[in-house]
């Protein structure tokens, strides 16, 4: 069909564009234009990312006719900073600037979007309150949970408005500012070119001759694949390859402990989920690509499917696998759980069930290929692993490691979901093949199908204790449905084991877990690494426990909770940093001053009876780093450039959590330089030393560390050149603000490097830090070199009429060990306790039979701005004393107690037990009724 001529405005300058029918605003804005600052997460309307003004007006790009622009005046969030400029904090618009002091950007990707949709509100009314900024937003999704960091922002920059006066920034307590760098609260480096759409994602980049790749996918859960016939959609216009297995050149299978899943399924092979892949085509558009999916031709005979773990245990289940459906059978074991009960003078035992979760990151999964002139092949990637891409890519394509270069790009949102393959394989075979760069953009109903989830579990807690709470034994029994392939799986249903008794003291302990293969779309890792499972599991066990004990539900916490010298159930004695108790007074302090009673008992509203309110509470553990036996170590090097700028370099992922600024800010304490005159450049395999995998909450102890080590090892070499050069002792040489201090001349960096640049040196070191050893599950001793802790409470009030439950407060205190970067970790805190709101009350990935029902982002219910409770946060500080300056993971801790006070709350509020996630309103309304029915009066 004929293209048109658009002609509108676009940030004050008149543009005029062909546009396809059907052509939306968003697309013509990025790939005609390369206005990419406006971002596409969902393509249904539904995240809010792509939100410009059209003659004033917010509006969804992605489902905004570009036709209906014709002759008005667009704005993007590239025209709101002062133009002409490189971007820097001086020139943004007051939004842009306060979304960087409130540390409001993460991953980045919704920015766009928030920034935009604020402007809208602001340029009617700057002076907007809290109600009417949380009623503009609530359809722009910020999966990294920053809300009420985006909520002061607006505030701000609605205030330096209407004053005229520069945006205020966050006050700060002053003994954090009494630090010199590490701890000191700092603005994101990265936060300039998120909030002025300048920030580059993978689908940002445009290459000369580029394709365009999709993947047919194989649309049922179970079966084989009887006949696959391509020959037509290799004529079809503009398709240049379309490859099947009968072209893979070597490797068939990748994955990131057991090999298991199919690049590409072969006629006669099996189908083990509907995301698996049957051919893959490379076209001169993306249109073009997609026509030619519809013209492959597929025959496939059905398989009987399984669809969940505890069924595919059973012997007469079909086999998902030739060898079976366990994938692991984990277990763990401390004392004698039989001695145990019969020391008990109570015994509680409940099963819990949890549904598998989508991390749902805004930005859909995007890989380019692109064979370089020497015949190499290198991949634009935003991935939790680089160096595993590359060895994954490697195997496939028949090359050596040597040959494919992994250049990592910023991470819209990752949480776990973006550690395996998703697009990298495929357009490396296709450019391979047709020796051109390819592009494979995920949509988000391709997204949902394809990267692996949270597990679903099915969890059994048996608890005995003693009348005063005492707990003498903890059994579980755990069931992880870990999809078609294996993943991760292992591993996260391994933590899921071995946290499955809760961050208590207990003398004996069993625990087996069955992590199964089924025909759901695989799981992994997702923040919280199976333990947010259990953490739900044990920690509702342990307020039922208070209950029937009539005990208070902090104090039985308190009595059981590990402590230096406890011994863990896997035989680890905690030697360092265990600030449970510490996380737990904090939020039991808050708590109290917050309640005028019992905060633990119902509070009915004497206006509206139907309401009651009462808080919950939860504690929680989570392991730093990979543990479990497993060489945990990174690398990173430090360089002084002839600019006199340091560099730090280091292949480890940024997805929103702030690795960068963490990293900026350890090289600066070590070298003693300006934050500014420190950059960090991540993820590039050919230029960053591994800093192994973005999991397990890892990368701020452990890559920190060689970041750490790399820059004390960098001054120290060239405070001996200097000392050698100016014939002075090494004492006499100090390092201060950007300047070296040689006895009483100053001297500016660009000069330091020259003197060690003219003896001969380069003043870089590299340097591979290694994690304390650790033992396997089974043997004893250390299973983790660090463990963080956190306590947490939450207020919901629930409508007895209906069911429904809010979120009203959460108070939560997280022992980090030293929090490097605490505006950044502020974010992490309060992104991990919306994702955690999510899981309790909306959030489930659901299938039928191995068939995704929750296809579309519409239909998974990520938490919005208007679900967003106060949030008050403790940062507790036990340091390691391993980590750099003591700190540990944060990443992940964060959201693990968030469910369990949730619905542990309910169970006070209403007296309803919830051992089924998400919360079903209609579920919670009916136990009400049902509750009410048993009580009447008179009975
Ligand atoms: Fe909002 Fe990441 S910063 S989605």
Request: net charge negative; glycine share 10%.
């Amino acid at each position: 069909m004929d293209t048109q001529v658009l002609t509108f405005w676009v940030n004050g300058k008149e543009v005029s564009t062909p546009v396809a029918p059907g052509e939306m605003l968003a697309e013509t804005l990025r790939y005609r234009l390369g206005l990419t600052g406006t971002k596409i997460g969902c393509n249904e309307a539904e995240c809010g990312a792509c939100t410009v003004l059209v003659d004033g007006e917010a509006v969804l790009s992605c489902s905004f006719p570009s036709v209906k622009a014709q002759g008005r005046r667009v704005t993007t969030i590239e025209g709101l900073a002062t133009p002409g400029r490189e971007p820097n904090l001086a020139i943004l618009h007051p939004l842009q600037q306060a979304f960087v002091l409130y540390g409001a950007v993460q991953c980045g990707f919704c920015i766009p979007g928030q920034i935009m949709t604020a402007y809208a509100l602001l340029e009617k009314n700057p002076a907007a309150g809290e109600e009417e900024i949380r009623h503009a937003l609530k359809d722009t999704l910020c999966r990294c949970g920053g809300y009420n960091a985006i909520l002061q922002a607006i505030q701000a920059a609605g205030k330096a408005i209407q004053t005229g006066q520069p945006v205020q920034p966050p006050v700060v307590p002053e003994a954090r500012q009494a630090r010199r760098v590490a701890g000191r609260v700092h603005p994101r480096a990265d936060a300039v070119a998120k909030v002025s759409g300048t920030a580059k994602y993978t689908d940002d980049l445009f290459f000369e001759g580029m394709l365009h790749a999709r993947v047919k996918r194989a649309g049922t859960p179970a079966g084989i694949l009887r006949r696959l016939d391509v020959s037509r959609a290799r004529s079809m216009p503009g398709v240049v390859a379309v490859m099947t297995a009968e072209d893979l050149p070597a490797a068939r299978t990748h994955g990131l402990v057991v090999s298991d899943w199919p690049v590409l399924v072969g006629v006669g092979e099996v189908i083990r989920t509907v995301g698996d892949a049957l051919a893959i085509v490379a076209a001169e558009t993306r249109e073009q690509a997609t026509q030619a999916l519809d013209a492959i031709e597929v025959e496939i005979e059905p398989l009987p499917v399984v669809s969940d773990a505890v069924q595919a245990l059973q012997s007469d289940a079909p086999k998902v696998h030739p060898q079976g459906n366990l994938l692991k059978h984990i277990k763990v074991r401390k004392g004698d759980v039989s001695e145990g009960f019969a020391q008990a003078d109570v015994i509680l035992e409940q099963v819990y069930h949890t549904p598998m979760h989508d991390h749902a990151f805004l930005e859909p999964e995007c890989s380019i290929a692109r064979p370089t002139l020497d015949g190499r092949m290198e991949i634009y990637v935003g991935s939790q692993i680089p160096y595993a891409d590359r060895s994954q890519v490697a195997r496939v394509l028949g090359v050596g490691e040597d040959r494919v270069h992994i250049i990592g790009m910023l991470i819209g949102g990752g949480f776990g979901g973006k550690e395996d393959i998703a697009g990298q394989i495929h357009a490396a075979l296709l450019a391979q093949k047709t020796g051109r760069p390819v592009k494979l953009l995920f949509d988000r109903h391709e997204s949902l199908l394809v990267h692996p989830k949270r597990h679903a579990t099915q969890i059994r807690v048996r608890v005995g204790a003693k009348r005063d709470g005492t707990l003498t034994a903890v059994e579980t029994e755990l069931y992880g449905d870990t999809g078609a392939y294996a993943s991760l799986g292992e591993k996260v249903m391994t933590r899921a084991t071995t946290h499955s008794s809760g961050p208590y003291e207990i003398p004996h302990v069993k625990a087996d877990c069955y992590a199964m293969y089924t025909n759901n779309p695989p799981a992994g890792a997702f923040r919280g690494f199976g333990v947010l499972q259990s953490a739900f599991a044990i920690e509702s066990t342990m307020d039922t426990l208070a209950h029937q004990l009539g005990l208070d539900p902090i104090e039985l916490r308190r009595k059981n909770a590990l402590r230096m010298g406890s011994i863990t159930n896997t035989g680890q004695v905690l030697k360092d940093s265990v600030g449970l108790l510490e996380c737990i007074e904090k939020v039991e302090q808050e708590l109290r001053r917050k309640a005028v009673s019992n905060p633990f008992e119902a509070w009915v509203d004497p206006q509206n009876p139907h309401l009651r309110r009462a808080w919950g509470f939860a504690v929680a553990y989570k392991n730093t780093g990979l543990g479990g036996g497993a060489p945990d170590k990174a690398g990173a090097e430090v360089e002084l450039l002839a600019d006199g700028t340091f560099e730090v370099r280091t292949a480890s992922a940024e997805l929103g959590q702030g690795l960068p600024t963490v990293l900026q800010l350890i090289a600066a304490e070590e070298l003693r330089q300006l934050v500014s005159n420190v950059r960090v450049w991540l993820s590039d395999t050919d230029y960053t030393p591994d800093g192994g995998p973005t999991t397990a909450s890892r990368q701020t102890y452990v890559t920190g560390n060689a970041v750490r080590y790399a820059s004390a090892a960098l001054r120290e070499m060239i405070t001996s050149h200097l000392a050698e050069h100016f014939d002075v002792s090494p004492e006499q040489i100090q390092f201060i603000e950007g300047l070296a201090q040689v006895a009483n001349y100053s001297i500016p960096m660009t000069q330091v490097y020259e003197i060690v640049h003219s003896a001969g040196r380069k003043p870089v070191v590299q340097y591979t830090y290694w994690a304390p050893a650790t033992k396997p599950l089974g043997e004893g001793g250390d299973m983790h070199f660090a463990y963080s802790f956190a306590a947490q409470a939450a207020e919901v009030e629930v409508n007895t009429l209906t069911g429904e439950v809010r979120v009203l407060e959460v108070i939560t205190a997280n022992d980090v060990g030293f929090a490097v970067n605490p505006l950044g970790l502020q974010g992490q805190i309060e992104g991990g306790v919306i994702m955690g709101i999510g899981h309790a009350l909306t959030e489930a990935f659901l299938t039928d039979q191995g068939r995704v029902i929750t296809d579309r982002l519409a239909k998974y219910r990520v938490p919005s701005i208007t679900l967003t409770p106060k949030i008050t946060s403790f940062v507790v500080e036990h340091p390691t004393a391993d980590g750099p300056y003591g700190a540990k993971g944060v990443g992940e801790i964060v959201i693990i107690p968030t469910v369990p006070a949730i619905t542990n709350a309910i169970f006070n509020a209403v007296g309803v037990r919830v051992t089924r996630l998400p919360v079903d309103q209609e579920w919670i309304l009916r136990q009400i009724k049902a509750r009410e029915a048993e009580f009447q009066p008179g009975d």
